[in-house]
Protein backbone atom coordinates (compact mmCIF):
# COMPACT_ATOMS: atom_id res chain seq x y z
CA UNK A 1 0.00 0.00 0.00
CA UNK A 2 0.66 3.77 -0.35
CA UNK A 3 3.19 5.11 2.08
CA UNK A 4 2.44 8.44 4.32
CA UNK A 5 4.93 11.41 4.47
CA UNK A 6 6.14 12.70 7.55
CA UNK A 7 7.80 15.27 6.28
CA UNK A 8 6.77 18.70 6.66
CA UNK A 9 6.11 20.22 2.63
CA UNK A 10 5.65 23.60 2.07
CA UNK A 11 1.84 23.92 1.14
CA UNK A 12 -0.44 27.01 0.14
CA UNK A 13 -3.86 26.24 0.89
CA UNK A 14 -6.44 28.72 -0.71
CA UNK A 15 -8.78 29.93 1.50
CA UNK A 16 -11.66 33.10 2.13
CA UNK A 17 -14.97 32.98 2.93
CA UNK A 18 -15.77 34.81 -0.29
CA UNK A 19 -15.31 31.33 -1.93
CA UNK A 20 -18.63 30.52 -0.35
CA UNK A 21 -20.57 33.01 -2.78
CA UNK A 22 -20.86 30.02 -5.96
CA UNK A 23 -24.30 29.20 -4.78
CA UNK A 24 -26.62 28.28 -7.35
CA UNK A 25 -29.88 28.04 -5.31
CA UNK A 26 -31.14 26.76 -1.18
CA UNK A 27 -32.14 23.46 -2.95
CA UNK A 28 -28.48 23.27 -5.43
CA UNK A 29 -26.63 19.89 -4.22
CA UNK A 30 -23.35 21.55 -5.24
CA UNK A 31 -24.09 23.59 -1.63
CA UNK A 32 -20.86 26.00 -0.58
CA UNK A 33 -21.96 24.31 3.28
CA UNK A 34 -19.51 21.80 2.25
CA UNK A 35 -16.31 24.26 1.93
CA UNK A 36 -17.04 26.13 5.49
CA UNK A 37 -17.30 22.67 7.09
CA UNK A 38 -14.38 21.46 5.62
CA UNK A 39 -12.49 24.40 6.80
CA UNK A 40 -14.61 24.16 10.00
CA UNK A 41 -13.36 20.85 10.22
CA UNK A 42 -9.56 21.16 9.42
CA UNK A 43 -9.43 24.12 11.97
CA UNK A 44 -10.70 22.47 14.48
CA UNK A 45 -8.43 19.42 14.06
CA UNK A 46 -5.54 22.03 14.32
CA UNK A 47 -4.30 21.30 10.76
CA UNK A 48 -4.04 24.79 9.76
CA UNK A 49 -1.57 25.45 12.96
CA UNK A 50 1.28 23.60 10.99
CA UNK A 51 4.16 25.76 10.58
CA UNK A 52 4.46 24.53 7.05
CA UNK A 53 1.05 25.23 6.00
CA UNK A 54 0.05 28.71 5.00
CA UNK A 55 -3.56 30.13 3.75
CA UNK A 56 -3.72 31.92 1.05
CA UNK A 57 -6.31 34.48 0.11
CA UNK A 58 -7.72 33.16 -3.92
CA UNK A 59 -7.32 36.48 -6.38
CA UNK A 60 -10.13 37.16 -9.38
CA UNK A 61 -9.37 35.60 -12.39
CA UNK A 62 -9.12 38.15 -15.21
CA UNK A 63 -10.53 37.42 -18.46
CA UNK A 64 -7.21 38.06 -20.02
CA UNK A 65 -6.49 35.58 -17.73
CA UNK A 66 -9.41 32.80 -18.55
CA UNK A 67 -9.22 33.18 -21.70
CA UNK A 68 -6.43 30.99 -21.64
CA UNK A 69 -8.90 28.14 -21.98
CA UNK A 70 -12.30 30.03 -22.39
CA UNK A 71 -13.46 32.04 -24.92
CA UNK A 72 -14.20 35.98 -24.98
CA UNK A 73 -17.81 34.98 -26.35
CA UNK A 74 -18.19 32.40 -23.23
CA UNK A 75 -16.87 34.95 -20.64
CA UNK A 76 -19.30 37.69 -21.66
CA UNK A 77 -21.95 35.62 -21.94
CA UNK A 78 -21.43 34.47 -18.38
CA UNK A 79 -21.25 38.33 -17.01
CA UNK A 80 -24.17 39.26 -18.85
CA UNK A 81 -25.74 36.03 -16.67
CA UNK A 82 -24.11 37.18 -13.62
CA UNK A 83 -26.48 40.89 -13.25
CA UNK A 84 -29.54 39.11 -11.54
CA UNK A 85 -31.73 40.13 -14.32
CA UNK A 86 -33.02 36.74 -15.34
CA UNK A 87 -30.98 36.23 -18.33
CA UNK A 88 -29.76 33.12 -18.98
CA UNK A 89 -27.89 31.33 -22.44
CA UNK A 90 -29.01 27.61 -22.28
CA UNK A 91 -27.07 27.05 -25.55
CA UNK A 92 -24.19 27.56 -23.45
CA UNK A 93 -25.25 26.13 -20.22
CA UNK A 94 -26.06 28.92 -18.24
CA UNK A 95 -29.36 28.88 -16.64
CA UNK A 96 -30.01 25.06 -16.62
CA UNK A 97 -31.15 22.86 -14.54
CA UNK A 98 -27.44 22.10 -13.17
CA UNK A 99 -26.36 25.75 -14.11
CA UNK A 100 -28.89 28.30 -12.68
CA UNK A 101 -27.54 31.44 -13.01
CA UNK A 102 -27.34 33.98 -10.12
CA UNK A 103 -25.67 37.61 -9.28
CA UNK A 104 -22.29 37.65 -9.23
CA UNK A 105 -21.84 34.42 -10.64
CA UNK A 106 -18.74 35.52 -12.96
CA UNK A 107 -16.63 36.55 -9.57
CA UNK A 108 -17.51 34.00 -7.92
CA UNK A 109 -16.16 31.27 -10.81
CA UNK A 110 -13.65 33.53 -11.51
CA UNK A 111 -12.45 33.10 -7.62
CA UNK A 112 -12.24 29.79 -7.98
CA UNK A 113 -10.48 29.81 -10.92
CA UNK A 114 -7.88 32.48 -9.76
CA UNK A 115 -7.51 30.21 -6.83
CA UNK A 116 -5.89 27.21 -8.93
CA UNK A 117 -3.96 29.24 -10.94
CA UNK A 118 -2.52 31.36 -8.18
CA UNK A 119 -1.67 27.79 -6.70
CA UNK A 120 -0.52 26.61 -9.69
CA UNK A 121 1.92 29.88 -9.98
CA UNK A 122 3.25 28.71 -6.70
CA UNK A 123 4.72 25.05 -6.97
CA UNK A 124 5.69 26.64 -10.08
CA UNK A 125 8.11 29.07 -8.34
CA UNK A 126 9.16 26.93 -5.80
CA UNK A 127 7.17 29.28 -3.21
CA UNK A 128 5.60 26.08 -2.07
CA UNK A 129 5.83 22.24 -2.73
CA UNK A 130 2.14 21.60 -2.66
CA UNK A 131 -0.90 23.70 -2.98
CA UNK A 132 -4.34 22.68 -2.12
CA UNK A 133 -7.58 24.80 -3.65
CA UNK A 134 -10.57 22.56 -2.03
CA UNK A 135 -12.93 25.03 -3.57
CA UNK A 136 -11.80 23.91 -7.07
CA UNK A 137 -12.16 20.97 -9.50
CA UNK A 138 -14.65 22.13 -11.62
CA UNK A 139 -13.51 19.55 -14.12
CA UNK A 140 -16.87 19.62 -16.03
CA UNK A 141 -16.56 23.39 -17.87
CA UNK A 142 -15.38 23.25 -21.64
CA UNK A 143 -14.14 26.33 -23.49
CA UNK A 144 -17.13 26.91 -25.17
CA UNK A 145 -19.76 26.09 -22.55
CA UNK A 146 -20.47 25.76 -18.58
CA UNK A 147 -22.04 22.11 -17.89
CA UNK A 148 -22.37 19.66 -14.25
CA UNK A 149 -22.25 22.77 -11.80
CA UNK A 150 -19.19 23.74 -13.50
CA UNK A 151 -18.52 27.58 -15.05
CA UNK A 152 -14.87 28.49 -15.54
CA UNK A 153 -12.76 25.00 -15.51
CA UNK A 154 -10.23 25.57 -12.95
CA UNK A 155 -8.06 22.65 -13.31
CA UNK A 156 -7.57 23.39 -16.98
CA UNK A 157 -6.46 26.83 -16.18
CA UNK A 158 -4.08 25.71 -13.64
CA UNK A 159 -2.57 23.39 -16.34
CA UNK A 160 -1.97 25.83 -18.91
CA UNK A 161 -0.78 28.33 -16.35
CA UNK A 162 1.90 26.01 -15.58
CA UNK A 163 2.70 25.21 -19.13
CA UNK A 164 2.72 29.12 -19.73
CA UNK A 165 5.64 29.16 -17.37
CA UNK A 166 7.22 26.43 -18.26
CA UNK A 167 6.42 23.29 -18.03
CA UNK A 168 6.94 20.70 -20.87
CA UNK A 169 4.54 17.93 -19.06
CA UNK A 170 1.65 18.28 -16.73
CA UNK A 171 0.17 15.33 -15.60
CA UNK A 172 -3.86 15.47 -14.15
CA UNK A 173 -5.03 13.03 -12.48
CA UNK A 174 -9.22 13.19 -11.68
CA UNK A 175 -10.63 10.72 -9.34
CA UNK A 176 -14.18 12.10 -9.31
CA UNK A 177 -17.16 9.45 -9.64
CA UNK A 178 -17.51 11.63 -12.76
CA UNK A 179 -15.43 11.52 -15.96
CA UNK A 180 -13.27 14.98 -16.37
CA UNK A 181 -14.48 15.60 -19.37
CA UNK A 182 -14.06 19.04 -19.91
CA UNK A 183 -10.53 19.00 -18.46
CA UNK A 184 -9.78 16.22 -21.80
CA UNK A 185 -11.57 18.30 -24.04
CA UNK A 186 -9.21 21.02 -23.87
CA UNK A 187 -6.21 19.67 -23.71
CA UNK A 188 -7.26 16.58 -26.19
CA UNK A 189 -4.62 17.55 -28.84
CA UNK A 190 -1.93 18.80 -26.77
CA UNK A 191 0.57 16.07 -26.20
CA UNK A 192 2.15 17.76 -23.22
CA UNK A 193 -0.70 17.03 -20.88
CA UNK A 194 -1.48 13.54 -19.99
CA UNK A 195 -5.21 13.66 -18.65
CA UNK A 196 -5.88 10.11 -16.56
CA UNK A 197 -9.78 9.99 -15.38
CA UNK A 198 -10.62 7.03 -12.84
CA UNK A 199 -14.87 7.18 -12.83
CA UNK A 200 -18.06 5.31 -13.17
CA UNK A 201 -18.94 4.81 -16.59
CA UNK A 202 -20.87 7.03 -18.77
CA UNK A 203 -23.30 4.10 -19.47
CA UNK A 204 -25.19 4.90 -16.09
CA UNK A 205 -23.70 8.47 -14.98
CA UNK A 206 -23.42 11.58 -16.33
CA UNK A 207 -21.74 13.39 -18.58
CA UNK A 208 -22.07 9.86 -20.21
CA UNK A 209 -18.47 9.86 -21.69
CA UNK A 210 -14.93 8.62 -20.72
CA UNK A 211 -14.35 5.61 -22.54
CA UNK A 212 -11.62 3.12 -22.87
CA UNK A 213 -10.80 3.94 -26.50
CA UNK A 214 -11.54 7.69 -25.77
CA UNK A 215 -7.60 8.13 -26.14
CA UNK A 216 -6.78 12.04 -27.03
CA UNK A 217 -6.41 13.49 -30.94
CA UNK A 218 -4.57 12.36 -33.51
CA UNK A 219 -1.71 14.43 -32.55
CA UNK A 220 -1.46 13.19 -29.04
CA UNK A 221 -2.74 10.11 -29.30
CA UNK A 222 -2.63 8.07 -25.76
CA UNK A 223 -2.51 10.88 -23.42
CA UNK A 224 -6.26 10.56 -22.56
CA UNK A 225 -6.37 7.72 -20.27
CA UNK A 226 -10.22 6.89 -19.45
CA UNK A 227 -11.05 4.21 -16.36
CA UNK A 228 -14.59 3.39 -16.59
CA UNK A 229 -15.81 1.49 -13.59
CA UNK A 230 -19.06 -0.27 -13.09
CA UNK A 231 -21.96 0.76 -10.72
CA UNK A 232 -21.57 -0.61 -7.56
CA UNK A 233 -17.38 -0.24 -7.73
CA UNK A 234 -16.25 -0.07 -4.15
CA UNK A 235 -12.82 1.07 -2.66
CA UNK A 236 -11.04 -2.58 -3.53
CA UNK A 237 -12.06 -2.09 -7.02
CA UNK A 238 -11.36 1.60 -7.27
CA UNK A 239 -8.23 1.53 -5.86
CA UNK A 240 -7.37 -1.85 -7.96
CA UNK A 241 -8.07 0.14 -11.04
CA UNK A 242 -5.94 3.34 -9.77
CA UNK A 243 -2.67 1.41 -8.92
CA UNK A 244 -3.15 -0.60 -12.31
CA UNK A 245 -2.83 2.14 -14.77
CA UNK A 246 -2.05 5.89 -12.86
CA UNK A 247 1.54 5.35 -11.52
CA UNK A 248 2.64 3.24 -14.56
CA UNK A 249 1.43 6.01 -16.67
CA UNK A 250 3.00 8.82 -14.69
CA UNK A 251 6.17 7.28 -14.78
CA UNK A 252 6.16 6.60 -18.41
CA UNK A 253 5.15 10.41 -18.75
CA UNK A 254 7.52 11.88 -16.37
CA UNK A 255 5.46 15.02 -16.01
CA UNK A 256 7.09 18.04 -14.38
CA UNK A 257 3.84 19.08 -12.35
CA UNK A 258 0.80 16.89 -11.14
CA UNK A 259 -2.94 18.55 -10.77
CA UNK A 260 -5.34 15.78 -9.16
CA UNK A 261 -8.79 16.09 -8.62
CA UNK A 262 -10.63 15.08 -5.62
CA UNK A 263 -14.22 14.93 -5.71
CA UNK A 264 -15.12 12.52 -3.40
CA UNK A 265 -19.14 11.70 -4.88
CA UNK A 266 -17.63 8.19 -5.00
CA UNK A 267 -18.50 7.46 -1.49
CA UNK A 268 -21.42 5.04 -0.91
CA UNK A 269 -24.09 7.95 1.02
CA UNK A 270 -23.46 9.97 -2.35
CA UNK A 271 -26.87 10.67 -3.41
CA UNK A 272 -25.65 11.44 -7.18
CA UNK A 273 -23.77 8.42 -7.87
CA UNK A 274 -23.60 4.42 -8.20
CA UNK A 275 -19.79 3.97 -6.53
CA UNK A 276 -19.45 2.30 -3.06
CA UNK A 277 -16.71 4.06 -1.81
CA UNK A 278 -15.26 4.82 1.76
CA UNK A 279 -13.80 7.80 3.34
CA UNK A 280 -11.28 5.33 4.49
CA UNK A 281 -10.87 4.60 0.48
CA UNK A 282 -10.68 8.23 -0.65
CA UNK A 283 -7.79 9.24 1.89
CA UNK A 284 -5.87 6.39 0.52
CA UNK A 285 -6.04 7.89 -2.86
CA UNK A 286 -4.96 11.24 -1.48
CA UNK A 287 -2.21 9.47 -0.12
CA UNK A 288 -1.20 7.48 -2.95
CA UNK A 289 -1.51 10.87 -4.71
CA UNK A 290 1.19 12.83 -2.74
CA UNK A 291 3.17 9.67 -3.25
CA UNK A 292 3.00 10.37 -7.10
CA UNK A 293 3.67 13.78 -6.74
CA UNK A 294 6.81 12.68 -5.00
CA UNK A 295 7.95 10.05 -7.09
CA UNK A 296 7.39 11.25 -10.63
CA UNK A 297 6.63 15.07 -10.73
CA UNK A 298 9.57 16.58 -8.88
CA UNK A 299 6.99 16.75 -5.71
CA UNK A 300 5.14 19.70 -7.48
CA UNK A 301 1.54 18.62 -6.70
CA UNK A 302 -1.60 20.95 -7.08
CA UNK A 303 -4.69 19.15 -5.63
CA UNK A 304 -8.23 20.27 -5.74
CA UNK A 305 -11.60 19.53 -4.62
CA UNK A 306 -14.73 18.40 -7.11
CA UNK A 307 -18.18 16.55 -6.56
CA UNK A 308 -18.87 15.43 -3.34
CA UNK A 309 -22.47 15.85 -2.46
CA UNK A 310 -22.74 14.68 0.56
CA UNK A 311 -21.82 17.85 2.45
CA UNK A 312 -22.10 17.25 6.10
CA UNK A 313 -20.82 13.63 6.55
CA UNK A 314 -18.77 12.81 3.94
CA UNK A 315 -17.05 15.81 2.11
CA UNK A 316 -15.63 17.85 5.33
CA UNK A 317 -13.85 14.50 6.20
CA UNK A 318 -12.44 13.77 2.59
CA UNK A 319 -11.19 17.04 1.69
CA UNK A 320 -9.44 17.89 5.60
CA UNK A 321 -7.20 14.35 4.80
CA UNK A 322 -6.86 15.69 1.09
CA UNK A 323 -5.17 19.19 3.53
CA UNK A 324 -3.55 16.75 5.83
CA UNK A 325 -1.63 14.40 3.20
CA UNK A 326 -0.49 17.58 1.32
CA UNK A 327 1.46 19.14 4.05
CA UNK A 328 2.92 15.79 5.22
CA UNK A 329 0.58 15.49 8.21
CA UNK A 330 -1.71 12.64 7.33
CA UNK A 331 -4.39 12.68 9.84
CA UNK A 332 -5.12 8.50 11.22
CA UNK A 333 -8.81 7.65 10.10
CA UNK A 334 -9.78 6.59 14.00
CA UNK A 335 -8.80 10.65 14.86
CA UNK A 336 -12.14 11.56 16.86
CA UNK A 337 -14.29 14.28 15.48
CA UNK A 338 -14.40 17.27 17.65
CA UNK A 339 -17.58 17.98 19.70
CA UNK A 340 -18.27 21.17 18.13
CA UNK A 341 -17.86 20.15 15.10
CA UNK A 342 -20.16 17.56 14.95
CA UNK A 343 -22.66 19.69 16.60
CA UNK A 344 -22.07 22.57 14.00
CA UNK A 345 -22.65 19.82 10.79
CA UNK A 346 -25.42 18.87 12.50
CA UNK A 347 -27.32 21.61 12.89
CA UNK A 348 -26.56 22.87 9.83
CA UNK A 349 -28.31 19.55 7.93
CA UNK A 350 -30.91 19.40 10.30
CA UNK A 351 -29.34 15.78 11.45
CA UNK A 352 -29.94 14.74 14.58
CA UNK A 353 -26.06 14.14 16.37
CA UNK A 354 -26.33 10.14 16.53
CA UNK A 355 -26.42 10.71 12.86
CA UNK A 356 -23.25 11.92 12.38
CA UNK A 357 -19.79 9.90 12.00
CA UNK A 358 -17.96 10.58 15.64
CA UNK A 359 -14.15 9.90 13.58
CA UNK A 360 -12.63 10.98 10.16
CA UNK A 361 -13.13 7.36 8.60
CA UNK A 362 -15.67 4.96 8.18
CA UNK A 363 -13.63 2.31 9.58
CA UNK A 364 -13.51 0.20 5.89
CA UNK A 365 -11.15 -2.14 5.00
CA UNK A 366 -8.80 -0.70 2.39
CA UNK A 367 -6.86 -3.50 0.74
CA UNK A 368 -6.82 -4.07 -2.88
CA UNK A 369 -6.09 -7.06 -4.50
CA UNK A 370 -2.41 -5.56 -6.94
CA UNK A 371 -2.77 -6.42 -10.41
CA UNK A 372 0.42 -8.22 -10.68
CA UNK A 373 -1.63 -11.04 -9.02
CA UNK A 374 -3.74 -11.77 -11.79
CA UNK A 375 -6.06 -10.65 -14.23
CA UNK A 376 -9.34 -12.24 -13.98
CA UNK A 377 -11.79 -11.83 -16.85
CA UNK A 378 -14.95 -12.52 -15.35
CA UNK A 379 -14.42 -9.53 -13.17
CA UNK A 380 -16.06 -6.61 -14.75
CA UNK A 381 -13.43 -4.09 -12.54
CA UNK A 382 -10.61 -5.77 -14.24
CA UNK A 383 -12.31 -5.83 -17.76
CA UNK A 384 -12.55 -2.05 -17.58
CA UNK A 385 -8.44 -2.37 -16.59
CA UNK A 386 -7.49 -4.61 -19.30
CA UNK A 387 -9.63 -2.36 -21.72
CA UNK A 388 -8.08 0.57 -20.56
CA UNK A 389 -4.32 -0.64 -20.41
CA UNK A 390 -4.65 -2.18 -24.12
CA UNK A 391 -5.52 0.43 -25.49
CA UNK A 392 -3.52 3.15 -23.46
CA UNK A 393 -0.30 1.68 -22.55
CA UNK A 394 1.38 0.71 -26.13
CA UNK A 395 1.69 3.93 -26.87
CA UNK A 396 4.08 4.69 -23.81
CA UNK A 397 5.95 1.96 -24.86
CA UNK A 398 4.43 -0.42 -21.58
CA UNK A 399 2.89 -4.09 -22.40
CA UNK A 400 -0.54 -4.07 -20.81
CA UNK A 401 -0.04 -7.42 -19.78
CA UNK A 402 2.81 -6.75 -17.54
CA UNK A 403 4.02 -3.11 -16.81
Not at 237 to 248: E, I, T
Request: some cysteine; glycine content about 10%.
Amino acid sequence: MSSTRDDQVPTAVMWDEVLLSYKFSEAHPMAPVRLELTHALAEQLDVFEAQNIQLVTPPEATDEQLQLVHSPEFIQAVRSCSCGDGTDRQDLGLGTEDNPVFEGLHAAAARIAGGSMRAAEMIWSGEVQHAVNFAGGMHHAHRDSASGFCIYNDCALAIQRLLDLGAERVAYVDLDAHHGDGVESIFWDDPRVLTISVHETGISLFPGTGFANNAGGQDALGTAVNVALPPGTGDSGFLRSVHAVVPQLLQAFDPQALVTQHGCDGHRDDPLTNLMMSVDGQRQLVLDAADWARDFAQDRWLATGGGGYSPFTVVPRTWTHLIGAAAGHPIPSGTALPATWREQAATRGGLELDEMPTTMGDSADVWWRSWEVGYDPSDAVDQTIMATRKEIFPYHGLDPWFD
